[in-house]
């Protein structure tokens, strides 16, 4: 079977659109749709519904996804055992916060891209349950969590550092028990909403740019890493009204599957 139709199956289950998977792919659209009518042949099942809102994985789909992971590791794994340890190339697939994709990783995947142009990074924003279900389900190659501390039986976690947290506001802001939090689920915020006193009023954004300028608007208090907002606090736009716990950044992998060698250099890159 040509595994470069099993790198499109991957792609489009991920976008769910043909278009976006071209672009993705650097392939034209029908060559995308030939692929993908070609494998279902091949497998002799329906991998996709074709619907108005996009390409949705059917049952069978999903299953193939599951297998076509497991092929293509063992496939990087033959390449790397046949070209020794100099040739470090492949996809690597990372979930993250959205707090560490913006602002934590970019300079780490930059790094490695320019030592090592062969790895692909794919970072997708993920909360805790997805980043650990994503790497059990193999998903996704690694997962980074922002916790206090992480349970995930079978799987390996290891501290690989800690982000400060803020409580912020904008300069002359009162106190209002007005507050503006990323979604349920984000583990810092969580924990700041259980420690107060009463019951404040909480609007609640999946976005830290959206949370962030609510609180530049002068709208109330934000709970944010500290890295989300050192500009803002150089620049005097925004003024910290305490230091909140830090949170541990714990890299998550599964010790059952064996890691290429472009996995493994990035998980090196990140310890």
């Given at each position: 079977?040509d595994?470069r139709?099993?790198?499109?199956?991957?792609?489009?289950?991920r976008?769910?659109s043909?278009?976006?998977?071209?672009?993705?792919?650097?392939?034209v659209?029908?060559?995308?749709?030939?692929?993908?009518?070609?494998l279902?042949?091949?497998?002799?099942?329906?991998?996709?519904?074709?619907?108005?809102?996009g390409?949705?994985?059917?049952?069978?789909?999903?299953r193939?996804?599951?297998?076509?992971?497991?092929?293509?590791?063992?496939?990087?794994?033959?390449?790397?055992?046949?070209?020794?340890?100099?040739?470090?190339?492949?996809?690597?697939?990372?979930?993250?916060?959205?707090?560490?994709?913006?602002?934590?990783?970019?300079?780490?995947?930059?790094?490695?891209?320019?030592?090592?142009?062969?790895?692909?990074?794919?970072?997708?924003?993920?909360?805790?349950?997805?980043?650990?279900?994503?790497?059990?389900?193999?998903?996704?190659?690694?997962?980074?969590?922002?916790?206090?501390?992480?349970?995930?039986?079978?799987?390996?976690?290891?501290?690989?550092?800690?982000?400060?947290?803020?409580?912020?506001?904008?300069?002359?802001?009162?106190?209002?028990?007005?507050?503006?939090?990323?979604?349920?689920?984000?583990?810092?915020?969580?924990?700041?909403?259980?420690?107060?006193?009463?019951?404040?009023?909480?609007?609640?954004?999946?976005?830290?740019?959206?949370?962030?300028?609510?609180?530049?608007?002068?709208?109330?208090?934000?709970?944010?890493?500290?890295?989300?907002?050192?500009?803002?606090?150089?620049?005097?736009?925004?003024?910290?009204?305490?230091?909140?716990?830090?949170?541990?950044?714990?890299?998550?992998?599964?010790?059952?599957?064996?890691?290429?060698?472009?996995?493994?250099?990035?998980?090196?890159?990140?310890?």
């Amino acid at each position: 079977m040509d595994t470069r139709l099993l790198r499109t199956l991957l792609v489009l289950a991920r976008t769910g659109s043909f278009t976006a998977t071209a672009t993705q792919l650097h392939l034209v659209q029908s060559t995308v749709t030939s692929q993908v009518k070609a494998l279902e042949r091949h497998l002799g099942a329906r991998l996709f519904d074709r619907l108005p809102s996009g390409a949705r994985l059917t049952e069978a789909g999903r299953r193939a996804v599951e297998n076509a992971r497991e092929v293509l590791a063992a496939e990087q794994r033959l390449r790397d055992a046949v070209r020794g340890s100099t040739a470090v190339e492949g996809d690597v697939r990372i979930g993250a916060p959205e707090s560490v994709c913006a602002y934590r990783l970019p300079q780490r995947i930059a790094d490695v891209a320019l030592r090592w142009p062969g790895i692909t990074v794919h970072l997708t924003p993920v909360g805790t349950r997805e980043a650990i279900t994503g790497v059990r389900g193999g998903g996704l190659d690694l997962g980074l969590v922002l916790e206090d501390s992480v349970v995930a039986p079978g799987l390996e976690v290891n501290a690989i550092a800690v982000e400060p947290i803020e409580l912020v506001a904008a300069p002359g802001v009162p106190l209002d028990e007005r507050y503006f939090l990323l979604e349920e689920g984000c583990s810092y915020t969580e924990r700041f909403v259980r420690e107060l006193p009463a019951t404040p009023h909480i609007t609640r954004f999946g976005s830290i740019e959206a949370v962030r300028s609510c609180v530049v608007a002068g709208l109330g208090w934000a709970v944010l890493p500290r890295v989300a907002v050192s500009e803002q606090l150089d620049a005097g736009t925004l003024h910290r009204v305490r230091e909140l716990p830090d949170s541990t950044l714990f890299l998550v992998t599964d010790p059952r599957r064996t890691p290429s060698a472009a996995v493994r250099t990035v998980a090196d890159a990140l310890s």
